[in-house]
């Protein structure tokens, strides 16, 4: 028997467990209560995204020290990648099945994704049916994404601005490129930039798969009489997509674009997980998950 609990106005949790979790092992055998964390990533093949990842399982494991903490990446093609340079990355049903063949009762699982789109929900469906699995975790719980709610808004506009290179003249415009998806979480980016907008009119959100895209953010730039934009990944990771799409010479990248405008680019080439006050709202989350295996 398996109770489901949807908490969306508590802390945007998925929890679930068992009736019983005190006696789920099988044959009335007690389990002991072995307790795991697992983060799941797109994941990244560039050993300097590695710094991103580095900076989140630090803090969380300054804010859980004796809880081990494993790592999945949900992009196959990384995955493959990393194999052949020697690295073995697991999916994340390998590292579910994995935890759970090594004996862990109750595991959080953190999406350090930063919208609830296409790959959060397919990461809920599998933790859904892990949960579901016999013999399996007694509690299994799935901390939220970067921007869940208004107040993760909130506190994710501050951190961007606080943010913004020093080195940023008063006219200077702050193009910051999210990912963007098909998914209706994709309107987090355009609120964003309204919220952000509201204390710094020069701060502008695009995004390379969604809306607003660069041609959005050209026209807006080129109303507001932008001379000089700094570009800023608003992706966990400075990726493929941030120093190619972003930063990079070919003719479609953001950069040419907007340097063809006459608009100068000045790329910073950092994730959003390498800036501690955002790495705070992925572990909030987490913390938050956590609340539901004590
Ligand atoms: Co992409």
Redesign the pocket.
């Known amino acids: 028997m398996k109770r489901i609990l949807n908490l969306p106005f508590i802390a945007i949790l998925l929890v679930l467990f068992l009736a019983l979790p005190a006696l789920a092992g099988h044959h009335g055998k007690e389990k002991p209560v072995k307790k795991g964390i697992l983060l799941v990533a797109f994941g990244s093949s560039m050993p300097e995204a590695q710094i991103a990842f580095d900076t989140i399982e630090s803090r969380v494991k300054q804010a859980f020290p004796d809880v081990p903490v494993h790592w999945a990446y949900t992009s196959s093609i990384i995955r493959k990648k990393l194999a052949a340079q020697g690295r073995n990355l697991d999916s994340v049903e390998m590292a579910l099945a994995r935890m759970m063949d090594q004996e862990f009762t109750d595991v959080a699982v953190q999406s350090l994704h930063t919208i609830r789109g296409e790959e959060y929900d397919d990461l809920e469906r599998t933790v859904v049916a892990f949960a579901h699995l016999p013999g399996g975790f007694d509690r299994l719980v799935l901390g939220a994404p970067l921007l869940s709610t208004q107040a993760d808004m909130e506190k994710v506009c501050r951190a961007v601005l606080e943010n913004i290179p020093k080195e940023r003249g008063k006219k200077d415009a702050v193009v910051l490129m999210g990912?963007g998806s098909p998914h209706p979480s994709n309107a987090f980016y355009a609120a964003m930039m309204f919220h952000l907008q509201r204390q710094d009119p020069l701060v502008f959100v695009g995004t390379?798969?969604g809306a607003p895209g660069i041609e959005d953010i050209v026209a807006m730039l080129k109303q507001r009489n932008v001379k000089k934009a700094w570009l800023v990944p608003f992706m966990s990771v400075a990726g493929?997509?941030a120093r190619n799409d972003m930063a990079g010479d070919e003719d479609d990248s953001w950069k040419s674009i907007l340097t063809k405008e006459k608009i100068v680019a000045v790329p910073v080439l950092k994730g959003t997980a390498e800036y501690d006050n955002m790495v705070s709202v992925w572990v909030d989350h987490l913390k938050d998950a956590m609340k539901h295996l004590e």
């Open positions: 990912h390379v798969e493929d997509h």
